[in-house]
């Protein structure tokens, strides 16, 4: 049986991938690198997740579509850590 794609996996997988952002880009926060990065693990996972984190990754997803979309590196963080 194929392991399923947890939200607990994403949301752990997001933390990480906030802080090596900051890094990266030393400390620019970039909202649309992390809606590029969700779909990317959309794509990577589609039909092998778990119910309801489409809906959840589409919240990160939907970062790159622009400002109206756009979420605080807090408010990413808490997002994330409520789905821990």
Do not use: C, N
């Not at 947890?6 to 890094?23: D, H, I, Q």
């Not at 400390?27 to 990065?37: E, I």
């Amino acid at each position: 049986m194929e392991m399923l794609y947890t939200s607990r996996l994403f949301a752990a997988e997001l933390l990480v991938e906030v802080e090596r952002g900051l890094v990266q880009l030393d400390s620019a926060f970039d909202p649309v690198r992390l809606g590029h990065w969700a779909t990317g693990r959309y794509l990577a996972y589609v039909g092998r997740m778990e119910e309801g984190l489409a809906d959840r990754m589409q919240t990160i997803q939907l970062l790159e579509d622009g400002p109206e979309f756009e979420m605080s590196i807090d408010q990413i963080r808490a997002f994330a850590k409520a789905m821990l």
